[in-house]
């Protein structure tokens, strides 16, 4: 699908400029505007729309399309005008104000001196995925300059505390951008600190590009990062949502590092993306009808019937590591399943936070729970790396312009999208920002296996 959005003054600059292949000079003089398009949540919402049932909700009812206060740029920070972002999951929970409203996230980050109280508004401008092209830094940036095409890696850090300088997942004062903190990638300008920033993978277009970071870094460290899962060569990892974000990410580090792949999915048509991106061994957990769950209490009888068909698959070998996100409705099988001395890598809890399993089968099997969180800045750009160099493929599906972000939202929440889900920011059209043909033509095949046609 390709639908062009309203061409704003700033729209038309960047365009324009990208189009003469401006210098830096040129693209730092393009104005700034007072005000820009953005995706905005309302506080205002939060007793009425925050308030319904979940059945009675969708995201798309909380995503006005607003005119935003530009920020002030901090000397660390870059301002980047946005050519696309994407849709992820925690733009979801934002705008179902649950498990609780962004807003008191932006409060917290309001205390912490220095700028933190710009983030603080009655709006939210939400989106945690951002590809685009500098046009002003702050006094105290050094690496990156006006007309630089960027990816924004939505770890956001302040550093300043001793924790965060082995592993900055571990900083006290880290947070989700664009979730946990305000103008984010979901509007034509976005403010990001510099180490955020990332080079945009050429071969690919503004909205492949910015359809990867959040969810390729944060698999990345889940399997590969020496804080998560550790996979080895000839591991067989279990992952869940196999043809979804995470899982489309998780799927190629397995397959990338050697591992073998269960896929877990929920219709044929996932099922089929899985092997056609190189997977043997596919569930589909709709066909077998699993639930384990029944009238609120876990079904063992289900756990095992899941793990005779995982040794049906793998030969009679259980998973040396679960890839797990699904949270609740799955992690009592997970735990299950693994094998012993195995682990379960976890970063969510889509289906509820609160969960349960048989402990018996952790201990006495000398499983291992590895908590995950997005990734620092080295994972993240070693997930990166492996873009630009045609080694990870983005998974993109379809993407929508941002007046219709909300229908973006909407799919995720519903579960009726296939890998990720790209919102055109700046960009009128699909396929536009590619500087390497070359590079693209040789992955051409890996780059389009998600896309979908759409209307
Ligand atoms: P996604 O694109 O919606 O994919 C999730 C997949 O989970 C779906 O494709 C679905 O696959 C599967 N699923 C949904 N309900 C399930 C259930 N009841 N049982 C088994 N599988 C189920 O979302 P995502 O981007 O991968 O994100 C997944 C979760 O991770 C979200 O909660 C998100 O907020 C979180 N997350 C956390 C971090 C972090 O750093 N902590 C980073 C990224 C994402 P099938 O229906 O095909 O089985």
């Known amino acids: 699908m390709s639908t062009s959005s309203t061409t704003t003054r700033l729209a038309g600059d960047v365009l324009a400029a990208l189009a003469a292949d401006a210098t830096p000079e040129e693209f730092g003089a393009i104005p700034v505007p007072t005000e820009y398009r953005a995706v905005a949540l309302h506080a205002a919402d939060i007793d009425t729309i925050g308030a319904l049932p979940r059945g009675e909700k969708r995201p798309s009812m909380a995503m006005h399309v607003d005119e935003i206060p530009t920020p002030e740029l901090a000397p660390d920070e870059v301002l980047i005008a946005t050519m696309a972002s994407s849709m992820n999951f925690n733009t979801v929970w934002s705008a179902i104000f649950e498990p609780v409203p962004t807003f008191a996230f932006l409060r917290r980050y309001a205390k912490v001196r220095g700028g933190g109280q710009r983030h603080a508004q009655e709006f939210h401008v939400v989106g945690s995925d951002a590809c685009g092209v500098v046009l002003r830094t702050g006094s105290a940036v050094t690496r990156w300059r006006p007309g630089d095409r960027v ?3 939505p770890n956001d850090v302040a550093l300043e505390d001793p924790q965060g300088h082995d592993d900055a997942i571990l900083d006290p004062d880290q947070r989700v951008w664009g979730f946990e903190s305000n103008y984010g990638g979901l509007g034509e300008l976005c403010l990001a600190k510099a180490h955020q920033l990332m080079p945009k993978p050429a071969h690919l277009s503004w909205e492949e590009a910015a359809s990867m970071p959040l969810v390729n870094c944060t698999a990345y460290r889940m399997l590969v990062g020496r804080q998560g899962a550790r996979m080895q060569q000839g591991d067989i990892v279990l992952i869940w949502g196999a043809a979804g974000g995470l899982g489309g990410f998780a799927l190629q580090y397995v397959l990338n590092g050697g591992g073998y792949p269960i896929c877990v999915v929920s219709s044929p048509e ?7 991106a190189g997977a043997e061994w596919v569930i589909d957990r709709a066909e077998h009808g699993l639930t384990f769950w029944e009238d609120g209490r876990q079904n063992p009888k289900e756990a095992q019937r899941f793990g005779k068909l995982i040794r049906e698959q793998t030969g009679g070998r259980d998973p040396d590591i679960v890839f797990e996100h699904p949270g609740r409705d799955t992690f009592g099988a997970s735990v299950y399943v693994a094998r012993r001395g195995g682990k379960v890598v976890t970063c969510a809890s889509t289906t509820g936070f609160t969960h349960e399993f048989d402990n018996r089968y952790l201990w006495m099997f000398t499983k291992t729970i590895v908590g995950s969180h997005l990734a620092n800045y080295a994972e993240a750009w070693a997930a990166n790396e492996l873009v630009r160099a045609g080694r990870t493929q983005p998974i993109l599906s379809r993407s929508y312009p941002l007046e219709e972000a909300g229908r973006a939202a909407d799919d995720v929440f ?4 296939l890998g990720k889900v790209g919102v055109l920011c700046i960009a009128p ?10 590079l693209r033509r040789e992955h051409i095949a890996g780059i389009r296996r998600y896309a979908s046609p759409v209307g």
């Open 151 to 153: 990816l924004v890696h």
């Open 270 to 276: 996932k099922a089929q993306v899985c092997r056609e």
């Open 414 to 417: 519903g579960n009726v999208h």
């Open 429 to 438: 059209d699909e396929g536009m920002g590619v500087t390497n043909d070359e």
